[in-house]
């Protein structure tokens, strides 16, 4: 995996963000103000919170592009991922105290600006949001890595 190509998934993954978020803007403040409820968040808040969520897609088209490169089956990779995220992570937020807060799941809602309650850990918090995109980023390099060094192996043998 090439820098580039961890480049243009990312940027993939923002303009992906940017259109989410745009579409989910375009449908929820009108049908919130339609149903007369009111929004308590600050301009600011809210603007974080979009902001999160096109940081978010962008960090999550790194991982997975990384992961892809890694494991070169769709079943497969599709396959691991689910069971990451929804088997190997409760069990090791179970047994590991603290874990949860910098699990891909807390990093998710750290970066994104939901509630410590989203990602099942009220009274840990979360990290700072710049902290969950150093992290995830870092993640997503570490994975990144091992699939280019895999990949370079694949080719020489």
Known sequence: MTVAQILANTAAGALMGVASVAATAAVSFPLLAARDVPVTLSAARVAGILVGG?????LSAMLGAAFGALIRSQVVAVSAALFVLFVIEPVVTSLVDGYQRYSLTGLRVAISGGAAESAG???????????????????AL???TVAAVVGRRRDIL
Do not use: H, M
């Not at 918090?125 to 995109?133: R, T, Y």
């Open 121 to 139: 850990t009220a009274a840990g918090g979360l990290p700072p949001a710049w902290l969950a995109v150093l992290l995830w980023t870092g993640y």
């Open 142 to 144: 570490a994975l990144a």
């Open 54 to 58: 096109v940081c978010f897609a962008a």
